[in-house]
């Protein structure tokens, strides 16, 4: 799979830590939600980091979209959140993987579990099923730690309803009046946003490792059969 | 192509020594987990290991008889697809070697089975000769199910995915069969030093 240049079109702020990146890459051949690209930094005497990202946007020609959480301590986060202007220009090739993908002629119902910024290859999804005009029934259950931190809050407000249910819950803190949900995902929180087990959804789940662990035991537990519930995980380091 | 050069990147540099850590892999101190859905929790009093396909005759261990085999500590460096690389892991485990000693088999090519539906394949000589083993500790501590256990395997040449985790045996084939991340994307071999980690790498 060769690598392919990425000029950068324009860098949005989503959160204080999260950007999304626009990328315009001549000769992209398409990619499906759910997938993801491997991005390549080369400085100036040839040292080069690579990492993997999960594409956030639709097809659409040749545009893509990357949405990147900084991490303090990251390598390569730092650079595409603070140190990209349109423009410049990156490395990166895709789109890879096959299986933590989903496409509106899968149907559904559909349960997307997030945590943090995990929501980034759901929100494709979300999109994909926008586009499509699909009103497959759709429940996005996101979990951020405060409303400041919640990613596409804007737009999930918009795509919501016609099928489509989001539904936050905040763990660290909360604005005034806040009458949603202010723990960690449990069972009781999963059976409240359903769909049931015997509805058979498609269930995809995405955050840190303790966070998708967590929900993906207690999904099999609530009668989610396991091959229902794909699942892609990221550690402090491994998913930057 | 030549590469691009992404302005005013510098990079962090972990020091980390270039014949140990791979092309476009870099080293965490963290234990990252990548597995494709809920990890499974086999009781030890349900799991056993078996040696099943091309053989003259299928093997099985229940738990306490895998424990009793013979085995070894490997300290190896271990690459994941996703570019972490990890060094100086230390591991207990079974020896591939020692699970096939004495079974007859024309078999070229092996698919390692899980709990959960896992598969991977490998060519056979690649998990004979001192390379491979089924791992039942790590750090001195029996294995975390996150990370696999109670045991996986280790084939610490490939990248990590070709050590499946919850690995309850081998399936010895004549014919290669692509397994899980193989049939969605991933390389058939997966070579680190060579960066074999998609489709046509």
Redesign the interface.
Known sequence: MNWRVAEVVNVVPETPRVKTVAFDVPGWPGHRAGQHVDVRLTAEDGYQAQRSYSIASVPDGTRVELTVERLEDGEVSPYLTDGLRPGDRIELRGPVGGYFVWEPSQGGPLLLVAGGSGVVPLMAMIRARAVAGSDIDARLLFSSRSWEEVIYRGELERLGGGGLTVVHTLTRSQPPGWAGYARRVDAEMLVEVGPSPSRLPGVYVCGPTPFVEAVAEALVELGHEPHRVRTERFGPTGGE | ?S???????????DGAPNDRVPP???V?????????????HRPLELWDFSIVGEVDEPRRWTWEEFRALPSEEVTVDIH?V???SKLDTVWQGVSVDTLLDGVETAAEYVVPFSD??YTTNLPLEDVTGGKAWVAFAYDGEPLEP?HGGPARMLVPHLYFWKSAKWVRGLRLSAIDEPG??E???YHNYGDPWQEQ?????
């Open positions: 192509m590469p691009i050069v992404s302005r005013g990147f510098r990079g962090r540099r476009g892999q870099y965490t101190r963290d234990f990252p987990v990548l597995s494709a859905g809920p990890t499974p994941c996703t570019k972490w959960g539906g996150e899980f991340w049939v969605n994307g980690r998609y489709w046509g790498d």
